[in-house]
């Protein structure tokens, strides 16, 4: 069984920068993909960013190219959102998941370990 705990949400202003870390604990962290997803208020939980058991490839939502990166460092079983150019729409509560089955890495029925989330709040 593998427990992820997120941290590093916050207030920011349009056009900051955060970045979110995932930290895994038991289980196997460098045998899987893992994933980033957002739940604004009222809506469904959506999916971010996806990388690779190695980090080796990595997949985005449309709407966080090319200003989101996700990586990771499997050595200290930790996964990383670095969220740049945030815009009012990327608030939400930002959840980190692993266990993905495979060719299921960007949907949320596809994860079995998921975090409890944290803050990510945008000001205009």
């Known amino acids: 069984q593998m427990q992820l705990v997120e941290s590093g949400g916050g207030l920011v202003q349009t056009g900051g920068s955060l970045r979110l870390s995932c930290v895994a604990s038991?289980?196997?962290?460098?045998?899987?993909?893992m994933g980033w997803f957002r739940q604004a208020p009222g809506k469904e939980r959506e999916f971010v960013a996806t990388?690779?058991?190695?980090?080796?490839?990595?997949s985005y939502a449309d709407s966080v190219k090319g200003r989101f990166t996700v990586s990771r460092d499997n050595a200290k079983k930790l996964m990383y959102l670095q969220m740049n150019s945030l815009k009012p729409e990327d608030t939400a509560v930002y959840y980190c998941a692993s266990g993905a089955d495979e060719g299921r890495t960007t949907v949320v029925a596809g994860y079995h370990y998921w975090g409890q989330g944290t803050q990510v709040t945008v000001s205009s």
């Open positions: 990388i690779t058991y190695n980090g080796g490839s990595t």
């Open positions: 038991g289980g196997t962290f460098w045998t899987y993909a």
